[in-house]
């Protein structure tokens, strides 16, 4: 179990993971927080995902066999007192374990390797809790990779990993492709390129008639209060729209992406008997 107590804001470990909460000292060191048991649960199922452990007392006690789960891993376990970890945390209220984890994103070609049936993009999405909602919903509705563009949030970002709920470490993410150079490659793999926005000549009802789901897509999502940019827009097979049969002026951006990547899941399913297709990470 974790040694001696780290008590100084100074010691040069907590001054290391301290920085981790600016991007541009996360891609200098390939690493990021994940803050809480389940995201350390899910970090450990990675071979060498958990890199360093921050644990207070109470949590240790709490917590076991996470614990020695990450030392058996090899992982360092550092004990801090509950001052160290609220300066470390980026919650209000932490729930004193604290994972210094390294980067899980992939190439796009690894991620299209799989030749995958459902691929979810974000395009133009700026705030953390946004997308790691969307990467949540993806990774809940079977999508088989994830792709954060270079005009995207960074998925590292604290929120966006709290956000994800664990997802982060479940499929294969890709950071950082330009849009247009990744349309190419999508629809080289096979893939119907599908934009979600407002300005859609094609509602969703109609994409599900018309057997359009059941082709394998990538679902194109955009910024929550401006949409898809034209120039992106052009580049797409098609622009569909979720329909609104009440009153309401729109859907946010996670239960549009939820509707949208459901619908597909389910025409996929079922043109192929519900068998399930494409590969996890890890496997």
Known sequence: MAGRELTSLRSPRVKAARRLAKRAFRRRENRFLAEGPQAVREALEIPGGLAELFTTAEAEARHPELVLAAERAGAPVLRVSGEIMAELAQTVTPQGLLAVCEFVDVPLGKALEPNP????????????GNAGTVLRTADAAGSEAVVFTDASVDPYNGKCVRASAGSLFHLPV???????????????????????????????????????????????????????PEEILRHVDEVVRVPIHGRAESLNLATAAAVCLYASARAQRGSQGGSQGGARRGT
């Open 117 to 128: 049936r459902l691929v979810t993009v974000l395009a133009h999405v700026r705030d953390p």
């Open 174 to 228: 890709v950071v950082g492709p330009r849009f247009d150079e990744l349309i190419p490659e999508l629809k080289a793999g096979g893939l119907t390129v599908l934009a979600a926005d407002g300005a859609g000549g094609r509602t969703l009802d109609d994409a599900i008639d018309d057997g359009l789901l059941v082709n394998p897509t990538a679902w194109v999502f955009g910024n929550e209060a401006w949409g898809l």
